[in-house]
Each structure stands twice: as C-alpha cells, then as structure tokens.
C-alpha cells in the first residue's frame, strides 16, 4: 500500500511529508495590508497622486519653495475641499493667494488629475483628496475642523446644513473617509458622519429640483459605493434649512475661493 505521503498512480498528494511542507498553510499571512496598497473603484494610487502633485507644484512655480509656503498652500487647499461638495466644478476657478503674492488655481490639480485618473466619475479634486499621502487632505481637515480657533471655518461648513459647528469636523465631504485614513472612530462618530451626509444629499436634491434638475448628480466615490447611486433621502423638516449663499460659503478670511 502506498504512504499517504507520496503521490497517487494519478500524480495528486494528498498530505505533504514533513521534507516538503505545504507551501499555502506555512505562508499564510494573518495581518490585513495597509488598504491604501489596494486601489479601488475611484481611488488612485499613491504613486499617481504623488506625480500629480508633484507635476502641479512645478506648474503653480512652487516645485522650489519652502516648507512653510508648501504648508500654506495645504492648508488652503484643506480650506477649499471643506466648504465645498463632491462636485468639481465648484473649484475649478477657485484661486487661492498666498502670503507671497502668488495666486494659484486649482483648476492645475484638477487638470493634472486627469492625466493619470480615468474613473467613470467627474470628482476628480475628491479623489485626489482621499487617496493623497494616504489620505491627508481628508485628516487635514478633521484636524482644521475639530480646532475652536477655526470658527468662521466650523461656522460655514456646519451653516451649509443649518447644524451646531462644533460637530462640523463630521460634516466635510470627505468624512466618511476617515477611518480609512487611520482616524480612530466611535460607532456614534461614525453614525453622525453618515447622518450628516445624508441630510447634505436631501437638500443637494432639494436644490437641485428647485433649479428644474430632475435629480442632483449621483454621488458614487464613497470609499464603500460598488452598488451604483444612492437615492437621496426625504427631507425632513428639521433638515429643510435654507441654502446659505455661495458668497457666504467662499468668503473665508484671507483667501479668496471664488
């Protein structure tokens, strides 16, 4: 009788010998990658994102800077991404001035996104925001968002839904990103989140419909979405606030964001 250990008249080994271990058991690795390693639907690669900064840094003249201007400029773009939805076309003419004089737009970064990101959708600035440095633009504005001293900041992005600003770092575009980027969340954090970006695609619906659009453009970039567009919610009474105008959205103190 054959040992179990050798192969079979059909060439098939059924239980390895101790010599020549099973190579898929011994291997096996328990612990879960970083999940900016795998690129999903609407997402790009680090290495992409790293080529567009670095090519739009070089057209906005910046590629020699220095530290600080390069923080500068990142806060400001922080700024921009908080105050706005998940539609690009609220930035694209959106020029920021530096304390150099220097005006840049973000019409370069969404440009340049477009040179190494073919996703089936236009949001191109949010990608870049989510996928950046694994996710910086998304904790830079948790942070600018959570901070007191930013009030006028926490005021807009909280007025934008008529909420109370001092739960607005739960309420920029990006928030349901968060966790992803290595920010530890409680479950009723998490509850907020959602809830807050549930009430912001009521009343882009509402908006929308007010404007004679039959629907507000289906947002389908959460880090989760691989069902198609989401259908907005009713809107309640409490969440039926009116739309704070776009000056009062963009004027922020120092920058100009229009």
């Known amino acids: 009788m054959a040992d179990a250990s050798t192969p079979t ?69 922080s700024t921009a991404f908080a105050i706005s939805t998940s539609k690009d076309d609220e930035n694209l003419s ?16 969404y440009d340049k996104m477009g040179l190494y990101f073919n996703g089936d959708n236009d949001s191109r600035l949010r990608v870049f925001a989510r996928c950046f440095e694994k996710g910086f633009f ?8 959570s901070d007191p001293a930013n009030a006028e900041l926490r005021l807009v992005v909280a007025g934008r839904i008529g909420q109370d600003a001092a739960l607005a770092r739960y309420m920029f575009d990006t928030a349901d990103f968060l966790s992803v980027a290595g920010v530890t969340l409680s479950a009723q954090e998490t509850s907020l989140i959602q809830s807050f970006k549930t009430t912001r695609t009521a009343m882009a619906g509402a908006s929308a419909r007010s404007t004679g659009e039959v629907a507000p453009r289906n947002d389908t970039t959460s880090v989760n979405s691989v069902r198609g567009p989401r259908v907005p919610a009713p809107i309640s ?16 103190a120092g920058l100009n964001l229009r």
């Open 9 to 77: 008249s059909a060439g098939r080994r059924y239980r390895p010998s101790d010599a020549e271990p099973d190579f898929d058991r011994t291997e096996q690795v328990a612990f879960a990658p970083n999940l900016f390693t795998i690129v999903r639907h609407n997402m790009c690669s680090q290495a992409d994102a790293n080529k567009v900064w670095t090519e739009t840094l070089d057209e906005w003249e910046l590629d020699s800077s220095s530290q600080a201007e390069r923080a500068e400029v990142r806060a400001a773009i």
């Open 237 to 252: 009474a409490a969440n039926n606030s009116p739309m704070p105008s776009s000056d009062a959205r963009m004027n922020l």
């Open 94 to 109: 959106t020029v920021i001035y530096l304390r150099s004089g220097k005006a840049i737009t973000l019409r370069v970064l």
């Open 138 to 145: 998304v904790k830079n504005q948790w942070d600018m968002l």
